[in-house]
């Protein structure tokens, strides 16, 4: 049993590399330069948890800073939706996120879309005119990513130490439980899926309108 289990761990460490690539359009009668506050209202998809979530939206918030826009912090957002009693999951369509950024004070906000994240990692994002809910600018981005084999990874390394942890008699139940366990920790954002994703999300972004406004990078 212990040589199967380190064997999928060898194997679970290999990350699926691969290109990026994407596609994305604005409106070109948009005033943009009016815009200065924006929020990322929502994250959607099988991306783990609240702080993967978090990750995500602060890889975009970056993206918003380079073109010119003053992004509200995420835990921001959540604060005041849920002073409001509106919940982000409460999110279904464009309208729903207009009524969103009226309650933030803001003039368009972002949605982010994650329909796919494994061995396949796509996004799409779109920003919605906060005043009649029509979509100002749309983008979507895919490439490789490596959330099946970290989840095998962790689930692996759960099931090694369920299985140490455990009297002779119990190891089998140690290592489904310890297997259960490392599975969900392998929902977590790792380094690699993080780097990934931050590839994707400057592909989507390639299109997004810029408010005009120079952007000072400053080096240490």
Excluded at 35 to 58: F, L, M, S, W
Excluded at 101 to 123: E, H, M, S, T, Y
Excluded at 143 to 170: R, V
Excluded at 180 to 194: K, R
Aim: proline share 3%; charged share 20%; hydrophobic share 45%.
């Amino acid at each position: 049993m212990k040589p199967i289990i380190w064997a999928g761990l060898a194997v679970s460490a290999v990350f699926l590399a691969g290109c990026t690539s994407g596609e994305g359009y604005y409106r070109q009668d948009y005033d943009y330069s009016s815009v200065q506050k924006i929020a990322v209202v929502d994250v959607i998809g099988p991306v783990g948890g609240e702080a993967a979530r978090n990750q995500i939206a602060d890889f975009f918030a970056m993206e918003l800073l380079k073109k010119g826009y003053s992004p509200i912090e995420r835990a921001q957002v959540h604060i005041l939706l849920k002073e409001q009693e509106f919940q982000a999951s409460a999110i279904a369509s464009d309208e729903d996120a207009a009524k969103a950024g009226r309650i933030l004070n803001v003039p368009v906000v972002l949605i982010v879309n994650v329909p796919k994240f494994g061995a396949d990692i796509q996004v799409t994002a779109k920003m919605v005119n906060v005043e009649d809910g029509s979509i100002l600018w749309m983008s979507t981005g895919k490439g490789k990513g490596g959330k099946a084999l970290g989840t095998i990874l962790g689930a692996a390394a759960g099931a090694a130490i369920g299985w140490a942890s455990t009297g002779e008699d119990d190891q089998v139940l140690g290592a489904v439980v310890g297997g259960v366990a490392g599975g969900a920790a392998g929902n977590l954002l790792t380094p690699d899926e993080a780097e990934k994703m931050l590839a994707i999300v400057k592909k989507v972004c390639k299109t997004l309108p810029s408010r005009q406004v120079r952007f000072q990078k400053i080096k240490d």
